[in-house]
């Protein structure tokens, strides 16, 4: 195999890069910023589709920086569910600034729309793609100073009020993802997130790394917004441009559970007791999102109530196992699609009628094909067939009733069904009614939006019709990658030989998904070489 | 030397949680400042303390046994650099704050979550967009 082709690893979080740089010499361009915005992102494109090719037949990709021999070098890793999860947030970046090139005014462009959302996919690319657990720590900062930036765009004092919530509350995160980081490094003596993962095996049982363990649940918790600690999301993701809490609900939230699910199942899979935890967790965010979305009374902080909501399906698969977890990623990429959308049509229902409330402004009766593509976001949101909500609850419905597990089961199917009480009360209120009072001029609607505003959010309700009515691929992307997650041999192994494809040795085995599969996994791991024997072989 | 220090960070991990349980908002900043110093010095102990030991391995070992790691300390360095511009970014944040809603108290701030909705009218400039001009 080629020896360039690890470089497809580093592009995804390099070109962002360069491109946000480049941004930044034109600065107070928005032409150029968007000519260069364009590029980047097909380059990032075309990149990503080789890079899941890649890894979907030969298995993980790595690269180590500087060559320097894992476990000292800060190591890359590419495999199909960072791989795909990469792909998939380039398709929703993409979409989300075409719906900006239309929405976005052009003061916002010349503050740096468009380098901060670069800055925001690199951040977003290098999360995926890190080895490394401090690594991971720098680009979640990175996310954090991007994406405070893309939420006060607009510079409204209602994003300002939301920004300081939003920043507070991440960096406390980050700071204790710093502490467990320190604490971690004290005990095992290596960052490498495959090095830790073999430097504490079988150490699940002692206190510190339990407590470690509990520490980065709370980190990566409050990223993911899970119930305890979700409520700076409903404060601040409504408040930004459309486009921003689009892209907001899209990659944010979702980098938080795939950090959840790589740590769990990598570096924590026997800690003692961890299902039962995310067991409850799952049940009370799905709860308290869809019984949150209830109460609101603004179609903005509704959908930031129900992606929420959303996380708690995303968290089953660590609380029953693989089976659940090929549900919980098929939920993770459907929920990308969906709320993005649901919080796009929002944004330009918002700046149809002037304001978000529930309130009966009759949209159905002047926009009746943009209505009925929010009705279809909605149905889709809530789990109902045709679209492709439906086929992630079924799994997680399977795997919890295969699991014997009522708590999942039970939660699962309460928190669709509340959610759709939610979407169709909002619905009705905001779209379908029609108050009849004429007496306010902002009553009045003269036309829908403008079309060009409506094509990216159109291309965002026929993927999640795909999704419904074309499962398959999905599906078995879906099972793929939670086998990747939970059989950790070949990405082990991958980054203790640095990368099979660099020096032309066999790629490991591809996981097919038979035997037995779970925490503490312990007779595959045993396969993967010794990274100390690594070392000494290479360090003369 | 190491219980020393333990104590410290847990004594500031308490001062900065006491400060960020304040309503005020520019306590609340300053009790991250301390986690974040907190969250340095643990990692500083973490990587072992020596006095006066240069970190050079002797011709006939292959491994440093008594030195400190260096390796932590070039993570506090990182963890400075990216937590000072954090700060400074968000003393702007909070002095711009100060100056759209006059006020520090985190109580006030309820400008992202009213409590109730507000009269009718326009909230932004749907005049605009009705007119065709960009929102």
Redesign the interface.
Known sequence: MNIYLEWLVVLPLALPLIGAGLCVAAWGRPGVHKAITAVTMLALAADVIALFLLVWDNGPVTMTMGDWVPPFGITFIADVFSAGLVAAATFMAAVCLAFAAF?V??EAMIRGFFPLFLALMAGVCGSFLTGDI?NL??WF?VI??AS?GLL?IDCT?????????Y??LS??AT?VF??A???L??IAGT?NMADLALSLEGRGGEPLVFGVALLYLMAFGMKAAVFPLFFWL???Y??GHPVVSAIFAALLTKVGVYVLIRVYTLIFPDVVGMDTVFLWLAAATMLSGAIGALAQ??LR?LIAFLVVSGIGYMLLGLAIGPQAMAGSILYLLHSMVVTAALFMGAGLA????????L?GRGIYRHAPFFSVLVLAVALSMAGSPPFGGLWPKVMLVDAGLAADAPVAVTAVLLAGFLSLVALGRAFALAFWADSGDER???H????G?PVAAVAPFAVLVVTTALMGLWPAPFVTYAKRAADSAFDTAPYIAAVASDGPTMRGEPPPPVPNGDGPKGYGNAKKKAQAPDMSETLIARNP | MEPILAVLVGILIAVSIYM?MSGS?VR??LG?LV??N??NL??F???RLTRDVPPIIPGDKKTLAAAANS??QA?IL??IV??F??FA??LV??F??YR??GTVETAE?????PHA??P????????D??EGR??
């Not at chain 1, 004092?157 to 919530?165: L, S």
């Not at chain 1, 918002?350 to 409330?357: E, I, L, N």
């Not at chain 1, 009045?444 to 036309?447: D, F, S, V």
């Not at chain 2, 701030?109 to 979550?113: D, F, L, N, V, Y």
């Open positions: 929405t005014d052009e401090f720590y720098v900062e954090l100073i405070i006060i004092r209602e994003q300002i009020d939301g920004a300081i919530k920043t507070i960096l406390i700071t710093l502490v980081t320190g604490l490094y004290g960052l409903p404060a601040s409504h408040t009374s603004d902080r918002r700046r149809m009628v002037g304001a978000s409330w309130r306010s001029a902002a009045q609607i003269i036309a939006p | 960020m908002f609340i900043v991250i986690l974040s907190a969250a643990l990692i102990t973490a990587g390796l932590p993570l990182t963890a990216i937590s511009s954090l970014f968000i944040l909070a711009r704050s759209e809603m701030m309820r400008i992202a979550e909705s507000p009718d009218g326009d909230e932004i400039g749907a005049a967009w009705r960009r929102p």
